[in-house]
């Protein structure tokens, strides 16, 4: 039973919106449920209902309800407790709300007997007037149509908590909406578990607003566990009217001589995962020996020298492929150089694309990891314990001993989603926001496996995925994978290879 206060509240709804689920998307989708719950359960009641808005987002909540149930075909009619929202999404709720004409508004102010009468003439009375942020005493216009609503012989319900009440402290300074039901948004509030203040709620129901349950438990503990649900929230079923270009345009720079497997696991992995459009940019080398068994992937041969690495020419190959990009993945197999520095730094500077930085990438920029706070766009980082010891100036034993909190340090201070790989693989948010993976085994202990996770990453990412999301969601999957492998092979026999191969059947689990 999950309760948070105003603030945590707060945090859950603005993570929730960097994540892509904007506020007034989850506006709609309280105002929906709400009426959808009250048309299943109050079939006869909900037919001539009167609600009570306010101008904030309470009142916003309220106007969407109104709009769902007049479509549904019941009588409704709005009372403005305050004047009308001027700004906002609840102003933008309340324009849409105005083009069901079959809706009555009646302002209290201009017209307080109207108001009075169609309250009490109500067989449903939905309170939608404050929320979660109020404090104080309600005006004395507020307080007589609240009076008028207590009195009023009819259902009662109350969006998110009655108002008057304070969410967090249940204190009541003045007089509050007496509700026998109320609705609460997402989760629990403070108010709706306090002894003393449960009966003026009524009976409390939690309504889903979209809000993953990932976030939510974030914003309470300041940390997550990645859950399958979680997972399955963040990723989006396939349309049948897309095509490649609907998933994605990434771009690998992986591979040198003697690497070239890495690069090939990153480019399989990355396709295995979605991506619509995948290229490697490698070495000539590893182009020639890669290419037979990536048939469905583009190639480009970066310019090389005698060891088989790039060299800075490669940097005007790379600035006209990043084109168009959707992602960029740079650093499995690469080796270190200062060329990979420069390309590094040159990407996260110069593309509006998610940027990965895998591997060598991470240890070209170990003795500079400022470089970062330079990026023009959104960049994950996926070092394993000892390239955060390099990273940060850190010992392994110390990274090993904190590494929630070394990740957390290290995304806040460098503004980039940071993958801290081991037994328990964590991922930190530039906002604080600590997730902790919940699968996988030591059959990912084997050379290999990072490859395979930095491609899906990159390929999520691709896709459209925030950083954040796509990291979650790759690593949650790479380990469910393992975990499916070792139901009938060895930890010993798991090979990275055989990973890539059972990401399908992973995905396919997940209803994907």
Known sequence: MLTLTVAQMKAAEGLANARGISYSQMMRKAGQQAASYLLKTHVQAVRFTVVLAGKGNN???????????????????????QEKPEQGIAAEAYQKMLS?????????????????????????????????????????????????????????????????????GGECEGICFAAHLTLAFAVYKPVHQNAQTAEICGKTVVLDIGIPEAVLYASLNGFAKVTKSSVQSWLPRRLPDTHKGSYGRLLVIAGSCGMAGAAMMATLSAMRTGCGLTTLAAPENVVKSAAPHLM???????????????????????????????????GCGLRTSENTKQIVQYITKNTNSIVVLDADALNSIAGDPSILKGAKAQVVITPHIGEMARLTGMTVEQVSSRQEEAARAFACEYGCVTVLKSHRTVVAAPDGTLWINTTGNAALAKGGSGDVLAGMIASFAAQGLEAAAAAICAVWVHGFAADRLVRRMSQYSVLARDLIGEIPFALKALGL
């Open 59 to 81: 009142g916003g909540d309220g106007f969407v309800m109104a709009k769902t149930l007049a479509e549904a075909g019941c009588t409704v009619t709005v009372v403005l407790c």
């Open 296 to 330: 469905e992937a583009m190639t480009l041969p970066l310019a090389e020298n005698a060891e088989g690495t790039i060299v800075s020419e490669a940097l005007r190959q790379i600035e006209t492929a990043i084109i168009e990009k959707t992602a960029v993945l740079i």
């Open 100 to 168: 069901v004409g079959s809706i009555s508004v009646i302002e209290a102010k201009e017209n307080t007997d109207a108001a009075i009468r169609a309250i009490q003439s109500a067989t449903l009375l939905v309170d939608a007037i404050f929320g979660t942020g109020f404090h104080g005493t309600p005006d004395e216009l507020t307080a007589l149509l609240l009076k008028t609503a207590n009195a009023a012989s009819c259902v009662r319900v109350a969006l998110d908590l009655p108002s008057g009440l304070q969410a967090d």
